[in-house]
């Protein structure tokens, strides 16, 4: 299928487990505490947990095993790939990725630098303990010049990762960092089961109220939610199955990935749950009503000063802030990896000069929301939600159409089934485009309300 590039032979993972981890370490990221925490807070808890879940296994799952088929298929990056398989028409729906991964990582790179910021200084005991101070300090560190500060530190170490290629940088990396994750956020959930008051947190996370469940407002949160979190709709995981060479079984790796990406979130919300009641921080965080003003800011401000009331408090915030930075990490270098790849791929530089040029083109563009929040959350309303939906419809579009038979002869050694695989195009064909079209719709007033308040 593949015509061998010219130059020299493209690099591949290490390992099966390798490109597993680094797919995982590519899903699990801030989006599965710090954005799955606020969101689920603003949807009715469990009510939204589950209308999460039906988006994983129906949209996507199917979507998710649509790109790494695409992916492998053809052993290019994405905005190779999709001419290649397409022909030029999909040239600009590649090209379209790497944009996203462009736009999201500046500032997806800023909230990084806020975790590595909050584990120094929480080890260093400057974090203050009391919640009017949390906010000031919130508001001192994560705005402006110090946030540049660690916003350009995280680009750089972001920057060196990828450097390294796909064996040495990401592969390592992921590797390494995914099992500490593990470890930290186990560590964590088991610990909050000590704290007295915690039931009821359990109980508004785990006990859905089922009228929400038909309420727009946390369907279309929790569709776009499952998009973000599974890194869906750019090409990230894509751009990766380009550099997976055997035959293993495609579907298995997607149910794999997903799987584990919905632990980490679930889990995270056993150890962030029952420490909002715990602490009586149920209402300061808008439980059950509207979070007001500056969501993106509430894991920041709420959860350390409430902690670090307690003796062991200082160790308990370090910790989780050291697995926030973690996860965003194996993150960030799959965005920059879908650009960098994209680069190589079409201009044929060369992986540092791709990696440094992009990585600071992108470290500029953060700028603008590490000044200014409202830009920040405008950019993850336009491209962290609405573009990663364009592109999961145009994904399904092109696997339930353009390419379906040869899609299907893809994936037929990991799906035998062909009921399974008539299932999975019939998904890609008749159900996620209207789904997505309509989601899309629901979130455009997020979006207005979004620019407004960049504006006004
Ligand atoms: N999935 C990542 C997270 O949950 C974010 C991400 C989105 C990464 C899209 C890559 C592509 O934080």
Not at 133 to 151: C, K, L, Q, R
Not at 220 to 241: E, V
Not at 361 to 376: E, K, R, T, Y
Request: hydrophobic content about 55%; glycine content about 12%; aromatic content about 12%.
């Amino acid at each position: 299928m593949s015509v061998a590039p010219a130059g020299p032979a493209r690099e591949g993972w290490g390992s099966k487990t390798g490109f597993i981890m680094a797919a995982v370490g590519s899903a699990v990221g801030l989006g599965n505490m710090w954005r799955f925490s606020y969101v689920a807070a603003e949807g009715g808890g469990a009510a939204f947990v589950i209308l999460y879940l039906i988006f994983v296994a129906f949209v996507g799952l199917p979507l998710l095993t649509s790109e790494l088929v695409v992916g492998r298929m053809a052993q290019v990056s994405p905005v190779k790939a999709l001419e290649k398989l397409a022909g030029p028409r999909w040239k600009p729906v590649g090209v379209l990725f790497a944009f996203c991964g462009l736009g999201i990582l500046s500032y997806y790179s800023v909230i990084a630098g806020w975790t590595m910021r909050y584990a120094v200084d929480a080890l260093r005991g400057v974090l203050p303990a009391d919640a009017a101070s949390a906010s000031d300090y919130f508001g001192a560190v994560g705005v402006g010049t110090p946030s540049i500060i660690t916003h350009l530190i995280f680009m750089a170490i972001t920057i060196t990762v990828v450097t390294g290629g796909i064996k040495k940088g990401l592969e390592r990396t992921a590797i390494i960092l995914m099992p500490m994750l593990f470890v930290i956020l186990i560590g964590l959930a088991v610990w909050a089961t000590t704290l007295s008051g915690g039931g009821a947190g359990y109980a508004y996370y785990l006990r859905p109220q089922l009228s929400e469940l038909f309420n727009p407002t946390i369907i279309t949160a929790a569709a776009g939610q499952a998009f973000f979190s599974l890194s869906l709709g750019m090409g990230a995981l894509m751009t990766y199955a380009s550099y997976l060479k055997g035959k293993d079984s495609l579907p298995k790796q997607a149910v794999t990935i997903a799987i584990a990406d919905f632990s980490v979130a679930f889990i995270a919300g056993l150890f962030i749950f029952p420490v909002i009641f715990h602490f009586g921080l149920a209402d300061t965080i808008g439980l059950g009503g509207q979070i007001s003003d500056n969501t993106v800011g509430t894991l920041f401000i709420t959860i350390p000063p409430a902690l670090l009331s307690l003796a062991i408090g200082k160790w308990i915030v370090a910790a989780f802030f050291i697995m926030l930075f973690f996860a965003a990490l194996t993150s960030a270098i799959s965005l920059l990896e879908v650009v960098v790849s994209a680069v190589i791929d079409t201009w044929g530089w060369t992986r540092i000069k791709a990696s440094v040029v992009f990585g600071l083109m992108i470290a500029a563009l953060g700028l603008a929301s590490a000044v200014n929040l409202n830009f920040l959350g405008a950019m993850d309303k336009l491209v962290g939600t609405m573009l990663l939906m364009l592109g999961g419809l145009l994904t399904s579009i092109l696997v339930g159409y353009k390419i379906r038979d040869e899609a299907e002869a893809e994936i037929a050694e990991g799906m035998t089934s062909p009921g399974m695989r008539s299932a999975w195009i019939g998904l890609m064909r008749y159900v996620i485009p209207p789904v997505l079209l309509v989601v899309m719709i629901f979130s455009f007033p997020g979006l207005i309300t979004a620019v407004k308040a960049l504006f006004g």
